[in-house]
């Protein structure tokens, strides 16, 4: 079984800086893909960010571009969310999500394991 565990989010004034990181055990494969999405209080899951776990390039949202960065750590396992000048529209539940179908974009549809889910809240 894949498994994926995040770290805790947080509460952060906007403009500030937040990391989240998911930690990946069970099956892996030169395909899988990870993403990152998030869901807001009577809102749809939206895709964020996402990315090969093994190459390429990410995709982002046209909401987080040049404040965002996926990033993976192979050797540990470990795909992170760098997230920069947080808005409070940036406020929901994260999630880390996994992928071992064909596409690797930031739809929700497309993936097959989630994590837990952490809160990220932005205030102004």
């Known amino acids: 079984q894949v498994q994926l565990v995040e770290s805790e989010g947080g509460s952060v004034q906007a403009g500030g800086s937040l990391r989240l990181s998911c930690v990946v055990s069970?099956?892996?494969?030169?395909?899988?893909?990870m993403g990152w999405f998030r869901q807001a209080p009577a809102k749809e899951r939206e895709g964020v960010a996402s990315?090969?776990?093994?190459?390429?390039?990410?995709a982002y949202a046209d909401s987080v571009k040049g404040r965002f960065t996926i990033a993976r750590d192979n050797a540990k396992n470990t795909v992170y969310l760098q997230m920069n000048s947080l808005k409070p529209e940036d406020t929901a539940v994260y999630y880390c999500?996994?992928?071992?179908?064909?596409?690797?974009?930031?739809?929700?549809?497309?993936?097959?394991?989630w994590g837990q889910g952490t809160q990220v809240t932005v205030s102004s």
């Open positions: 999500a996994a992928s071992f179908g064909i596409n690797c974009d930031p739809d929700p549809s497309h993936f097959d394991y």
């Open positions: 990315i090969y776990f093994y190459g390429g390039a990410p």
């Open positions: 069970g099956h892996t494969a030169s395909r899988q893909c």
